[in-house]
């Protein structure tokens, strides 16, 4: 069955870095797009990142040039490298894969726990 996994949360201080793996089986790898997400505690979930088949990026504003995302194709695995976090950083990670590039992002992994401290 076809899946996500995501990896690499944690908890670390204000201004340290975390590195998130999204690990895809089956055929999502070969989703049209990939991306990242999060869920900061009482709040909505809301988009961080994401990466085309082609390598083509996406950054929520929020995290623009802080964090980057990238993939491994010979690992089927996607990447989010998160440089100098902050407090509002603090959330659950999902990995999501969109299919068809007209779709929905329609597969979810379980999720990994970030937490900064200020």
């Known amino acids: 069955q076809a899946q996500l996994v995501e990896s690499g949360g944690g908890s670390v201080q204000a201004g340290g870095s975390l590195k998130l793996s999204c690990e895809a089986s089956g055929d999502l790898f070969q989703s049209c797009e990939m991306g990242w997400f999060r869920r900061p505690p009482g709040k909505e979930r809301e988009f961080v990142s994401s990466?085309?088949?082609?390598?083509?990026?996406n950054y929520a504003t929020s995290v623009r040039g802080r964090f980057t995302v990238s993939r491994d194709n010979s690992q089927n695995t996607m990447y989010l490298q998160m440089n100098n976090l902050k407090s509002e950083d603090t959330a659950v990670y999902y990995c999501?894969?969109?299919?068809?590039?007209?779709?929905?992002?329609?597969?979810w992994g379980q999720g990994t726990e970030v937490t900064v401290s200020s």
């Open positions: 999501a894969a969109k299919w068809a590039c007209w779709g929905s992002w329609a597969n």
């Open positions: 990466i085309s088949n082609v390598g083509t990026t």
